[in-house]
């Protein structure tokens, strides 16, 4: 009867660590539910600025781009 003791304490023991990785799965699949929402949220945000930024850089008149660049540290000014 040892050995059907022992094998019953394996399997309790294999069922124990089957819920906690059930639990870690989960936790790890909420986990990346959630950075992908975050990376979404990141990319429409760096949409948006990227159109803002090429919106504000087509209102700059032809010259006065070769100006800010002199003015600025760094220029060749």
């Not at 990376?39 to 945000?45: E, F, G, H, V």
Request: net charge negative; aromatic share 0%; charged share 25%.
């Amino acid at each position: 009867m040892s050995t059907l003791e022992d094998l019953a304490r394996r399997v309790e023991h294999l069922l124990v660590r089957h819920a906690e990785l059930q639990r870690t799965h989960n936790l790890l699949q909420q986990q990346v539910q959630d950075l992908t929402a975050e990376r979404d949220a990141l990319r429409q945000r760096l949409g948006t600025a990227r159109s803002r930024l090429d919106a504000l850089i087509a209102r700059i008149p032809p010259g006065a781009q070769a100006v800010a660049e002199e003015a600025t540290p760094g220029g060749e000014g």
